[in-house]
Protein backbone atom coordinates (compact mmCIF):
# COMPACT_ATOMS: atom_id res chain seq x y z
CA UNK A 1 0.00 0.00 0.00
CA UNK A 2 1.18 3.26 -0.73
CA UNK A 3 1.55 6.04 1.39
CA UNK A 4 1.27 9.92 0.36
CA UNK A 5 2.65 12.63 2.23
CA UNK A 6 0.05 12.35 5.34
CA UNK A 7 -1.11 8.98 7.42
CA UNK A 8 -3.74 7.82 4.80
CA UNK A 9 -3.24 5.41 1.59
CA UNK A 10 -3.53 7.61 -1.91
CA UNK A 11 -6.44 5.73 -2.66
CA UNK A 12 -8.64 6.57 0.00
CA UNK A 13 -8.24 10.29 -0.55
CA UNK A 14 -9.70 12.37 -3.11
CA UNK A 15 -13.38 10.23 -4.06
CA UNK A 16 -12.16 6.85 -5.30
CA UNK A 17 -15.17 5.27 -3.34
CA UNK A 18 -18.72 5.95 -3.86
CA UNK A 19 -21.62 5.65 -1.06
CA UNK A 20 -24.02 5.06 -4.03
CA UNK A 21 -23.63 1.28 -3.89
CA UNK A 22 -23.95 1.19 -0.02
CA UNK A 23 -27.40 3.60 -0.44
CA UNK A 24 -29.09 1.33 -2.86
CA UNK A 25 -28.13 -1.89 -0.53
CA UNK A 26 -29.88 -0.14 2.29
CA UNK A 27 -32.82 0.77 0.04
CA UNK A 28 -33.44 -3.10 -0.99
CA UNK A 29 -33.33 -4.10 2.69
CA UNK A 30 -35.77 -1.80 3.84
CA UNK A 31 -38.20 -2.53 0.71
CA UNK A 32 -37.50 -6.00 1.19
CA UNK A 33 -38.64 -6.05 5.05
CA UNK A 34 -41.72 -3.52 3.87
CA UNK A 35 -43.16 -5.91 1.61
CA UNK A 36 -42.35 -8.81 3.14
CA UNK A 37 -42.84 -8.48 6.55
CA UNK A 38 -44.64 -5.44 7.67
CA UNK A 39 -47.35 -5.44 4.71
CA UNK A 40 -48.42 -9.11 4.83
CA UNK A 41 -49.01 -8.56 8.60
CA UNK A 42 -50.82 -5.58 8.28
CA UNK A 43 -53.38 -7.24 5.78
CA UNK A 44 -53.36 -10.13 8.19
CA UNK A 45 -54.49 -7.62 11.15
CA UNK A 46 -56.89 -5.74 8.86
CA UNK A 47 -58.65 -9.20 7.93
CA UNK A 48 -58.74 -10.64 11.50
CA UNK A 49 -60.36 -7.08 12.80
CA UNK A 50 -62.70 -7.28 10.26
CA UNK A 51 -63.84 -10.95 11.15
CA UNK A 52 -64.12 -9.86 14.62
CA UNK A 53 -66.49 -7.49 14.00
CA UNK A 54 -68.76 -9.55 11.50
CA UNK A 55 -68.85 -11.98 14.45
CA UNK A 56 -72.69 -12.97 14.85
CA UNK A 57 -74.94 -15.29 16.61
CA UNK A 58 -75.42 -18.82 14.63
CA UNK A 59 -71.37 -18.53 13.42
CA UNK A 60 -69.67 -21.82 14.06
CA UNK A 61 -65.99 -20.49 15.37
CA UNK A 62 -62.89 -22.29 15.90
CA UNK A 63 -61.02 -20.31 18.76
CA UNK A 64 -56.45 -20.18 19.46
CA UNK A 65 -57.09 -22.35 21.97
CA UNK A 66 -58.54 -25.24 20.25
CA UNK A 67 -62.01 -24.85 21.26
CA UNK A 68 -65.20 -25.37 18.62
CA UNK A 69 -68.32 -23.61 19.26
CA UNK A 70 -71.59 -21.51 18.02
CA UNK A 71 -71.83 -18.04 18.89
CA UNK A 72 -74.98 -17.45 20.69
CA UNK A 73 -74.47 -14.19 22.06
CA UNK A 74 -72.80 -11.07 20.98
CA UNK A 75 -71.03 -8.18 23.41
CA UNK A 76 -69.21 -5.04 22.57
CA UNK A 77 -65.39 -7.14 23.22
CA UNK A 78 -66.73 -10.42 24.33
CA UNK A 79 -68.65 -13.42 22.62
CA UNK A 80 -70.60 -15.96 24.15
CA UNK A 81 -70.31 -19.94 22.48
CA UNK A 82 -72.04 -23.10 23.06
CA UNK A 83 -69.64 -26.28 22.85
CA UNK A 84 -71.25 -28.78 21.22
CA UNK A 85 -72.38 -31.92 22.96
CA UNK A 86 -73.20 -30.85 26.56
CA UNK A 87 -73.76 -27.60 25.60
CA UNK A 88 -71.43 -25.70 27.51
CA UNK A 89 -71.55 -22.46 27.39
CA UNK A 90 -68.24 -20.52 27.44
CA UNK A 91 -68.22 -16.52 27.62
CA UNK A 92 -64.73 -15.77 25.44
CA UNK A 93 -63.00 -12.61 24.13
CA UNK A 94 -63.45 -11.50 20.59
CA UNK A 95 -59.35 -11.71 19.61
CA UNK A 96 -59.49 -15.44 20.84
CA UNK A 97 -61.44 -16.17 17.62
CA UNK A 98 -59.10 -17.94 15.10
CA UNK A 99 -61.89 -18.57 12.38
CA UNK A 100 -65.02 -18.89 11.40
CA UNK A 101 -65.66 -22.03 10.12
CA UNK A 102 -70.05 -21.70 9.22
CA UNK A 103 -71.04 -17.96 9.01
CA UNK A 104 -74.94 -18.01 9.98
CA UNK A 105 -77.02 -17.82 7.47
CA UNK A 106 -78.46 -14.89 7.92
CA UNK A 107 -75.01 -13.04 7.38
CA UNK A 108 -75.24 -14.60 3.87
CA UNK A 109 -78.27 -13.17 3.17
CA UNK A 110 -77.15 -9.51 4.34
CA UNK A 111 -74.11 -10.46 1.08
CA UNK A 112 -76.31 -11.31 -1.36
CA UNK A 113 -78.68 -7.99 -0.45
CA UNK A 114 -75.72 -6.03 -0.56
CA UNK A 115 -74.47 -7.89 -4.19
CA UNK A 116 -77.51 -6.87 -5.84
Known amino acids: MEFGDGLFPLGAIGGGNS ?6 SVVLMIAIFYFGIIRPNKKKEKE ?14 YTYGGIVGKIVQVKADVIVIESTGMKTRLEIMKWAVKNVLKPSGRKAEKEEDEEE
Open 48 to 61: AAEMMENLAVGDVI
Open 19 to 24: MVPTLI
